[in-house]
């Protein structure tokens, strides 16, 4: 019997983020990055690099330019107010 085929884990490429808030694992911190290619293929994070580092042929591509894109699960956006002015 012939393997059958496996599907086609579909890859999303966005293109030319303005602002990527992204994990730094060497300096154990958020950095942020500027003109970004965001890969995801299904529901993972495949690669992040530089704009135009990721020319797979069939991606749906979405412009990111003008977009600032963060994980929000992984920053704390609580803040403390220093008064009450």
């Known amino acids: 019997m012939a393997d ?4 086609v884990t579909p890859r999303t490429i966005v293109r030319n983020i ?11 911190r ?3 990055r500027r003109d970004i290619d965001l890969t995801i293929e299904g529901e ?7 704009a135009g580092h990721d020319q797979h042929c069939e991606a749906v ?13 992984s920053i704390s956006t609580r803040t403390r107010p220093q008064s009450r002015c």
């Open 18 to 28: 303005a602002w990527l808030v992204a994990w730094d694992e060497a300096a154990q």
């Open 61 to 73: 591509e979405i412009e990111g330019r003008g977009f600032a894109i963060f994980q929000a699960s």
């Open 44 to 50: 993972i994070i495949a690669s992040i690099g530089p």
């Open 30 to 32: 958020h950095v942020y």
């Open 4 to 7: 059958l085929p496996q599907p």
